[in-house]
């Protein structure tokens, strides 16, 4: 029998730093024409057309964009519900779309400085941990 490990959910998009998964950091790729960010994998530049492009390590927080608190969330959902989907704007330029985790609804503040939050979401078939990752506020 293999030995279990933590994995990330999706290997182009998040890059585990430790064998814990507890510290990690968000990928996406640099256009070198124009210096345009996106988040993940894409084949061309959507600013400029590029295909000359980098991959980069993209920071580990951002700010609030926009949010919305599901109620009634999608079919397999076995998180909590209401939750919070924050679309969270990094220094870098892109957008993502992910839950935003320990933050009381009432907290929630257009603009407030949020953290990358990496915790397990499930396992694979080999029952390896998989990492997902999430926004929680920002410590002071």
């Not at 182009?12 to 124009?34: D, H, I, P």
């Not at 988040?39 to 492009?53: E, I, R, Y």
């Not at 929630?108 to 396992?123: P, W």
Request: glycine content about 12%; charged content about 25%.
């Amino acid at each position: 029998m293999s030995e279990k490990k933590r994995i990330p959910v999706v290997p182009s998009r998040l890059k585990l730093l430790n064998e814990e998964g507890t510290e990690g950091v968000l990928l996406g790729v640099r256009c070198r024409r124009c210096g345009e960010h996106f988040f993940g994998s894409v084949v061309f530049c959507q600013n400029c057309t590029s295909g000359d492009l980098g991959p980069v390590e993209l920071s580990n927080h951002g700010t609030l964009y926009s949010y919305t608190i599901v109620r009634r969330p999608p079919d397999g959902w076995r998180g909590n519900v209401p939750y919070i989907l924050g679309q969270v704007e990094l220094p870098e330029g892109p957008h993502v779309l992910s839950e935003v985790v320990d933050c009381p609804l009432e907290g929630l503040k257009v603009g407030m400085a949020l953290e990358l939050a990496l915790l397990v979401g499930g396992e694979d078939a080999e029952g390896n941990e998989i990492v997902v990752y999430k926004w929680r506020q920002a410590k002071p």
